[in-house]
């Protein structure tokens, strides 16, 4: 008989070891599934901007009711209405407060590019946008115009950028080097640079108040967001997006982590590390460029004189090499076949 005890309560331990399993799958499960605020307004030059109602003129953006979606990773979907309770499960970034006492805002939606080529304009804007020392609130047109013409300085002014053979132009896209010297002349530098996603890195130098850039496959990235079997075999565009928020993960690899990705073609979402690791690898498989740099902004950027701004964006330049020197400019829509 004390055998037949014995048996029962192994087989009980067991039952219960499972039911814990089970519940703690579901949290997590729940916690993937929970959706990111992403931007509302279509682009202009969209190809799958569909009129709702001819006579009105209304569009439904690709990340709406046909945005795509994959199990276990957050959808795509509005912001919450006001007064409306915000679940548990959602993903929480665990560097905001750093961030916040780094300058940054951590609270500035999602700029859309304002045309096919323009990933890596709309992703300067959104870190001018960021700052939080700006004295008055910055609209996307005036953040863009102000990087615009950060861009353009570097352009003309003998800031020994051109020297190193960066020339530095906007219209069609951004490569790695043009990145790092309009960053620096907007005061903001480049604190390291990989052709390689390493999430403990990353993590990290999010969790001490930086934000990063990415340089990734533009199909790649898409295909994180889509049921399988759906995704996109064709190789995308590089394109340029910010990673702003680290979600940890429930084990010790840091390969479980999520990140925040500010998409200027797509909005903003959750993507695994795990999946910010062979997007990135993609690229470089692809593309022969593509990569991870972390960014911190300096104090007090805006009264920055000019030669500070100048060598600046040229320290920059030794730590964007690592890229390459592909041009991202790619405009990838969440519903859309093919890349532009």
């Known amino acids: 008989?004390?055998?037949?005890?014995?048996?029962g309560a192994k087989i009980d331990s067991a039952m219960e070891r499972v039911r814990q399993a089970q519940a703690q799958a579901e949290a997590r499960a729940a916690q993937m599934a929970a959706a990111a605020q992403s931007v509302k307004q279509p682009l202009?030059?969209?190809?799958?901007?569909?009129?709702?109602?001819?006579?009105?003129g209304r569009y439904l953006d690709s990340f709406q009711e046909e945005r795509a979606k994959k199990k276990g990773l957050p959808e795509l979907a509005a912001p919450q209405p006001p007064g409306a309770t915000t679940p548990s499960a959602l993903p929480a970034n665990e560097a905001k407060e750093a961030q916040q006492e780094k300058g940054w805002k951590t609270s500035e939606p999602t700029v859309v590019q304002t045309s096919k080529q323009g990933c890596a304009e709309a992703t300067l804007t959104f870190l001018e946008q960021s700052d939080g020392e700006n004295e008055a609130e910055l609209s996307p047109e005036q953040?863009?115009?102000?990087?615009?013409?950060?861009a353009d300085t570097l352009a003309v002014s003998p800031s020994g950028v051109k020297e190193m053979g960066v020339e530095v132009n906007l219209d069609d896209?951004?490569?790695?080097?043009?990145m790092g010297a309009i960053l620096g002349g907007m005061g903001i530098e480049v604190t390291s640079g990989s052709s390689e996603c390493d999430p403990k890195a990353l993590s990290g130098a999010l969790k001490k108040g930086e934000y990063a850039l990415a340089l990734v496959?533009?199909?790649?990235?898409?295909?994180?967001?889509?049921?399988?079997?759906?995704?996109?075999?064709?190789?995308g565009q590089l394109h340029w997006i910010t990673i702003d928020a680290v979600d940890p993960g429930k084990t010790?690899?840091?390969d479980d982590d999520l990140y925040r990705v500010r998409d200027p073609a797509n909005g903003a979402y959750w993507v695994k590390a795990s999946d910010m690791k062979k997007i990135v690898s993609e690229a470089q498989e692809k593309h022969?460029?593509?990569g991870i740099m972390t960014v911190q902004k300096e104090k007090g950027r805006a009264s920055k004189a000019p030669d500070h701004l100048a060598a600046l964006a040229r320290r920059n330049l030794e730590r964007t090499a690592p890229l390459g020197d592909g041009n991202g400019g790619a405009s990838r829509r969440a519903s859309v076949a093919e890349s532009s």
């Open 44 to 56: 202009t030059d969209a190809p799958n901007a569909k009129p709702l109602n001819a006579d009105e």
């Open 173 to 178: 896209g951004a490569t790695p080097d043009e």
């Open 143 to 150: 953040a863009r115009e102000k990087v615009r013409n950060r």
């Open 252 to 254: 010790n690899s840091k």
């Open 1 to 7: 008989m004390a055998g037949r005890f014995n048996i």
């Open 217 to 235: 496959d533009s199909n790649a990235l898409l295909n994180t967001t889509l049921e399988p079997g759906q995704e996109s075999q064709e190789t």
């Open 288 to 290: 022969g460029s593509g």
